[in-house]
């Protein structure tokens, strides 16, 4: 055997082994029935054609691997911003192990959620009796201040609702009379990840703002939306405002649960937005939102309670972050100091150093509306050239606002507006008109290897490489770090592809 106590080999050494490659060869002669290799290669030849690609963009009742997620893991990832809650997901059990493994395999941290449990017989007569048990047994098992409830489809698809489910519960003891337990509807079968992050955002701040009463002020609430990069950004966020001498409250900040420390304590709950934060925040005179596309609902309702809103399309680069910093100092009447005007020259001054090489290159896009948004922004800040962006959770009214902003760019000319497309769309779109860089989630890796387009991850998720999310891409700075990785992945390509200009300095 290849494999003993004294010779462990890694699983990519392992399978290499003389035995292990017969027995993989005889699994193939013997049981799969396996197309000959010439018909796959010509075939998978076929599937990078223009006439494939026909095919594959008029296709509508199937999606291939989109680029999003389903609407409780953005209601997971809301509740995760706020101080000691416990996410509870009225449904299969199935359903949030995916939520939680999702969540941890991108932060490599712990993520707590925990489901009703709903199996067969709940599917015919109903979940009241999974919401009773599963929030009793919540209550008591984890110690929260708050269970934030959410749905999978099942719990939509036979009509539960949350709202008298969760009074029958209090009636039966299961939680306090006072206990808080916000709630969404999340039906996984329409929308994304970020209408459940939305949906779950509005359903706390319900729970404690409606019907409160309200004493005008002069704070100021941030909402970071769905973000991958949320444990640096909101780090980052609360930098720079910290240095306009701004205080605000950031409604939802999940950056310490998802960045807790190993010194021999498990944290089932680390920092977040405290009840008397969010109770306090309803006087607040403005909440401004970091991601539009996240907040919809939410800022819809903070305008009901009296607030003003404004939202942004992620801000990062030097046109988002000055949009945002200018927003707030128009709101609190706070200058932007001269710290800030230095991060911003720094930042300019590294993009002019790098022309040469960030010139002219063309790039394809994916994600969430609003990452896409600003990346393609910063791209063309930089002077490089968006030629694909896709958004499987974009609709009509984001493919106006891209081609809007393309169109404010001569950098724009060329680009393509994908909404409502998959990955596998984006791979026949690779395949007829490539780019010469990819930026994405991990998903893209298959993107990458396939269409020999070089992938840079800069979105969630990102399950292959380990602690992106703990540097800002937020601002001044976090462009940096947005500027340094796209530019390290151009001097590897550079330097991969170079028989006669392999040099020491670029
Ligand atoms: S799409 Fe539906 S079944 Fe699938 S994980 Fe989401 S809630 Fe569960």
């Known amino acids: 055997m290849p494999q003993s106590a004294e010779k462990v080999l890694d699983h990519k050494d392992l399978f290499k082994e003389p035995e292990y490659q017969a027995m993989l060869e005889k699994k193939r002669a013997t049981y799969e029935n396996a197309t000959p290799a010439e018909t796959v290669a010509e075939t998978a030849d076929w599937t990078k054609s223009w006439?494939?690609?026909?095919?594959?963009?008029?296709?509508?009742?199937?999606?291939?691997?989109?680029?999003?997620?389903?609407?409780?893991?953005?209601?997971?990832?809301?509740?995760?911003?706020?101080?000691?809650?416990?996410?509870f997901v009225h449904g299969s059990q199935g359903c949030v192990a995916y939520y939680r493994s999702h969540l941890a395999r991108h932060f490599k941290e712990p993520s707590s959620a925990v489901s009703s449990s709903m199996t067969e017989d709940a599917a015919v007569f109903g979940g009241l009796n999974n919401m009773v048990e599963g929030l009793a047994n919540t209550y008591a098992l984890y110690s929260p201040k708050m269970i934030a409830v959410s749905t999978t489809c099942m719990a939509e698809v036979i009509g539960d609702d949350l709202n008298s489910f969760i009074i029958?519960?209090?009636?039966?003891?299961?939680?306090?009379?006072?206990?808080?337990?916000?709630?969404?509807?999340?039906?996984?079968?329409?929308?994304?990840?970020?209408?459940?992050?939305?949906?779950?955002?509005?359903?706390?701040?319900?729970?404690?703002?409606?019907d409160a009463p309200r004493t005008a002020g002069e704070g100021l609430n941030i909402i970071p939306g769905f973000d991958g990069y949320c444990v640096g950004n909101v780090r980052e966020m609360k930098r720079m405002l910290g240095l306009m001498g701004v205080e605000a409250t950031?409604?939802?900040?999940?950056?310490?649960?998802?960045?807790?420390?190993?010194?021999?304590?498990?944290?089932?709950?680390?920092?977040?937005?405290?009840?008397?934060?969010?109770?306090?925040?309803?006087?607040?005179?403005?909440?401004?939102?970091?991601?539009?596309?996240?907040?919809?609902?939410?800022?819809?309702?903070?305008?009901?309670?009296?607030?003003?809103?404004?939202?942004?399309?992620?801000?990062?680069?030097?046109?988002?972050?000055?949009?945002?910093?200018?927003k707030v100092s128009d709101l609190t009447?706070?200058?932007?100091?001269?710290?800030?005007?230095?991060?911003?020259?720094?930042l300019i001054d590294a993009m002019a150093d790098s022309q040469a090489y960030l010139h002219g290159k063309t790039y394809a896009i994916f994600g969430d509306p609003d990452f896409v948004y600003a990346m393609a922004r910063f791209v063309m800040e930089m002077?490089?050239?968006?030629?694909?962006?896709?958004?499987?959770?974009?609709?009509?009214?984001?493919?106006?606002?891209?081609?809007?902003?393309?169109?404010?760019?001569?950098?724009?000319?060329?680009?393509?507006?994908?909404a409502g497309k998959d990955l596998w769309h984006l791979r026949s779109i690779l395949a007829t008109e490539p780019a010469d860089l990819l930026i994405g989630s991990s998903y893209g890796k298959y993107l990458e290897r396939d269409c020999n387009v070089p992938l840079i991850r800069l979105t969630f998720p990102i399950f292959d490489r380990h602690h992106h999310h703990r540097f800002p891409t937020f601002g001044?700075?976090?462009?940096?770090?947005?500027?340094?990785?796209?530019?390290?992945?151009?001097?590897?390509?550079?330097?991969?592809?170079s028989d006669i200009s392999f040099d020491l300095t670029r």
């Open 383 to 418: 002077g490089g050239e968006p030629k694909h962006c896709l958004a499987t959770n974009g609709g009509k009214d984001w493919e106006v606002q891209m081609k809007e902003l393309l169109a404010s760019s001569p950098f724009g000319e060329g680009c393509q507006v994908w």
């Open 51 to 87: 006439d494939y690609r026909e095919k594959n963009l008029a296709r509508s009742c199937v999606t291939i691997n989109p680029a999003k997620a389903c609407q409780p893991l953005g209601a997971v990832f809301a509740a995760a911003g706020y101080d000691s809650t416990m996410s």
């Open 476 to 497: 001044y700075q976090g462009a940096i770090q947005v500027l340094v990785k796209i530019l390290d992945k151009i001097f590897d390509k550079l330097d991969d592809e």
């Open 333 to 346: 009447g706070k200058e932007i100091p001269e710290a800030l005007r230095l991060e911003r020259g720094r």
């Open 250 to 326: 950031v409604l939802g900040d999940a950056s310490d649960v998802y960045d807790t420390p190993s010194d021999g304590e498990y944290r089932m709950y680390a920092g977040g937005t405290t009840q008397e934060e969010i109770k306090e925040a309803l006087n607040a005179k403005a909440t401004l939102s970091l991601q539009e596309y996240c907040t919809r609902r939410t800022l819809a309702f903070c305008e009901e309670v009296g607030q003003e809103t404004a939202s942004f399309h992620y801000p990062m680069g030097v046109k988002a972050t000055d949009e945002f910093l200018m």
């Open 168 to 210: 029958k519960s209090k009636e039966k003891e299961s939680v306090p009379a006072d206990f808080p337990v916000p709630f969404a509807h999340t039906p996984a079968f329409v929308g994304s990840h970020v209408d459940g992050y939305d949906n779950m955002q509005k359903g706390i701040l319900s729970n404690f703002w409606k």
